[in-house]
């Protein structure tokens, strides 16, 4: 079973304060947790049911620590209200820094505040092939829980940098596509080979600096009578168009 010491620990990665200062986040969920295990992040601590434990046994490395408990406690040391098999802690990556290729799509992301539209829109990422995501400083942390459960583990495949989004769009060669509603029609839009697609907040669209920036507003046209998408659905129509235009 866990410590109170250890629980206490476990807890305050819920916080992003924490998070920083010991420089680890927590992974929740059978799913979750084997994709965090079949990656290159490295596991500081595995706490798991013994079930969990019995049936992954060939993933574990002999330098882990392996806590076993029961699925009450799980439940009780994280964000899910169920949680019958694992939660992992684990070490941060260092930020890398982003070079873009010519051929290469991204994904800048302009003071998303939710952290379930961040985790959708990692997921939408790794789902069309796309692995670099930059992010403003204001933008959800990646390794909130709630956005490491809503990618439902493409946090593994795919990077985020947090950056100053004008100065470094302003500097990059590619073409900077940017959702707002007086844009160009986007099933009528060309791409180019390679560029970095632009997604504003959720209530505010793409700020007046990052406007700026943009080669291209693009829109998704409204046929019916609702007043708005949710930006991870309109991240995932416009990257649609994107590959189907390639």
Not at 76 to 85: H, I, M, P, R, V
Not at 215 to 220: G, Q, S, V, Y
Request: glycine letters at 6%; a neutral charge.
């Amino acid at each position: 079973m866990v410590s109170k010491s250890n629980a206490k620990f476990i807890k305050s990665l819920q916080l992003k304060k924490y998070r920083k200062q010991e420089q680890c986040f927590l992974v929740e969920g059978a799913k979750s947790v084997l994709e965090v295990l079949n990656s290159d992040y490295e596991l500081k601590q595995l706490i798991a049911t013994e079930q969990f434990i019995n049936g992954h046994t060939s993933l574990l490395s002999h330098q882990l620590e392996i806590i076993e408990t029961s699925a009450k406690q799980l439940a009780s040391l994280g964000t899910l209200k169920t949680n019958d098999a694992a939660i992992a802690v684990v070490n941060m990556k260092p930020q890398r820094e982003i070079r873009l290729q010519p051929d290469e799509w991204a994904i800048a992301l302009d003071d998303i505040n939710d952290p379930g539209n961040l985790g959708t829109i990692l997921r939408i990422a790794d789902w069309y092939g796309i692995d670099t995501v930059l992010a403003s400083a204001q933008t959800a942390d990646f390794y909130n829980p709630k956005v490491i459960a809503a990618s439902k583990g493409s946090f593994c495949r795919v990077n985020i940098y947090y950056a100053d989004l004008p100065e470094f769009l302003s500097k990059s060669q590619l073409c900077i596509y940017g959702a707002a509603m007086e844009g160009g029609d986007v099933h009528n839009s060309s791409f180019e080979k390679g560029g970095i697609l632009v997604m504003g907040n959720e209530a505010n669209g793409i700020s007046a600096d990052v406007l700026r920036c943009l080669t291209k507003k693009i829109t998704i046209p409204r046929y019916g009578k609702a007043e708005s998408l949710n930006v991870a659905m309109a991240t995932a129509i416009i990257c649609d168009n994107i590959r189907r235009s390639q």
